[in-house]
């Protein structure tokens, strides 16, 4: 995982992580790679890691009338509602890789973008 002590261009620079759980199933199954492009911005639908109150998460970033959370695609997982709560997203997801089948996240076209 990423610490927040590190310092330098290797902060800037994606990461690859190993998802462990069923929690993003069915689109990020258990021990897929998943490549995060560090950034502080997301949209509403961007899959995330993302810090909620000191503990990180993988999870998909929603923003509606409702408010903001970040749900589990597993719906036996509850969502975790960010209003009042103090977190920031770490980066979000660019590129997931199972068994070398790659799927590419892009962003880019995007203009709702938010953050913390």
Not at 6 to 35: K, T
Not at 38 to 58: L, M
Not at 67 to 89: F, H
Request: net charge negative.
């Amino acid at each position: 995982m990423l610490h927040p002590e590190q310092s330098g261009c290797a902060l800037h620079e994606p990461f690859a992580l190993q998802v462990l759980g069923e929690e993003m199933a069915p689109e990020f199954p258990d021990r897929c790679i998943v490549v995060i492009e560090p950034t502080p911005q997301c949209i509403d639908g961007a899959y995330v890691f993302a810090e909620v109150e000191g503990v990180r998460w993988f999870r998909q970033y929603r923003r509606d009338a409702a408010g903001e959370r970040l749900v589990a695609l597993n719906p036996r997982y509850p969502e975790i509602r960010l209003d009042g709560l103090e977190w920031a997203v770490l980066g979000v997801i660019i590129q997931r890789n199972i068994r070398r089948q790659v799927k590419h996240y892009d962003y880019s076209l995007a203009t709702d973008l938010t953050g913390q």
